[in-house]
C-alpha cells in the first residue's frame, strides 16, 4: 500500500464517520445511526506517516482487505457502502 500522512489519516477517518477519541494514542471510533459501533482503529501521536504494515493492520482492526483500505482512503468506499460491508460480515448490526 502507499504511505500515508497521519494528518491525511485523521482527516479521512472523521469523513468517513469515525469520532477520535484521545488516549495513549487517538482511537478512531466509527458510529452508525448515532451510536457506537466495536469497529475502530488508531493512530500513534509520534508518527508522521503510516508504511504498507500499519495501514495493513488497521485494514485488519477495520474489517477491510488492503484493497478496501485502499478504497477507502482513495475516496470510492464512501461511509454508506462501509457500512454496508461491515454489516455482511456481521461486526455492526442495522
Do not use: W
Request: hydrophobic share 30%; with cysteine.
Amino acid at each position: 500500500m502507499k504511505p500515508q500522512k497521519t494528518k491525511d489519516l485523521d482527516t479521512l477517518f472523521k469523513k468517513k464517520g469515525f469520532l477520535p477519541q484521545e488516549r495513549d494514542h487517538t482511537y478512531y471510533l466509527l458510529y452508525y445511526k448515532n451510536k457506537k459501533t466495536s469497529v475502530f482503529t488508531k493512530i500513534s501521536h509520534g508518527l508522521r506517516e503510516y508504511g504498507d504494515k500499519l495501514l495493513s493492520q488497521m485494514a485488519k482492526e477495520l474489517s477491510l482487505t488492503n484493497s478496501e483500505f485502499e478504497d477507502l482512503v482513495g475516496c470510492p468506499l464512501t461511509y454508506d457502502k462501509l457500512i454496508e460491508k461491515l454489516i455482511e460480515r456481521n461486526r455492526i448490526s442495522y
